[in-house]
C-alpha cells in the first residue's frame, strides 16, 4: 500500500511566495517521476512540473522562472516553491508519483490534493 500526501497550500497575496511539499510512503522501492498538476474551478486539471529521478525537470510555460521544482529522494518527497504568485496560480495542487512497490508491482498514485489561493 502506498500514499501521497500533499501540504503547504494556503492563501496568499499576489506576489507573495508558497512551498509546496508531497511525501509518498509505504512501500516503495523507488520512485521515477513526480509531478505538480493544477487544477482550477471550470479548468481541465493541466501539468505544473516535473522531476525525475535524476533531477531533470520540466515546467509549464506560464510557471517557467517563477516557480521550482525538487525533490529528496532519500525521504521520497517533491517540492514545488513558488514564488512572484499571480491570481491566475490559484487552484487546486495535485502530486503525483510513479513509484515500485515491494508488491513488484508499479503505481502511478495522486494526492488528495491542497488548495492554493491567491487573493488581494
Do not use: H
Not at 2 to 7: L, T
Not at 41 to 69: C, P, W
Not at 97 to 106: C, T
Request: net charge positive.
Amino acid at each position: 500500500q502506498v500514499q501521497v500526501v500533499e501540504s503547504g497550500g494556503g492563501l496568499v497575496q499576489p506576489g507573495g511566495s508558497l512551498r509546496l511539499s508531497c511525501a509518498a510512503s509505504g512501500s516503495i522501492i523507488s520512485i521515477t517521476a513526480m509531478e505538480w498538476y493544477r487544477q482550477a474551478q471550470g479548468n481541465q486539471r493541466e501539468l505544473v512540473a516535473g522531476i525525475t529521478s535524476g533531477g531533470s525537470t520540466n515546467y509549464a510555460d506560464s510557471v517557467k522562472g517563477r516557480f521550482t521544482i525538487s525533490r529528496d529522494n532519500a525521504k521520497n518527497t517533491v517540492y514545488l516553491q513558488m514564488n512572484s504568485l499571480k491570481l491566475e496560480d490559484t487552484a487546486v495542487y495535485y502530486c503525483k508519483a510513479d513509484l515500485l512497490s515491494r508488491d513488484g508491482r508499479w503505481y502511478r498514485s495522486w494526492g488528495q490534493g491542497t488548495q492554493v489561493t491567491v487573493s488581494s
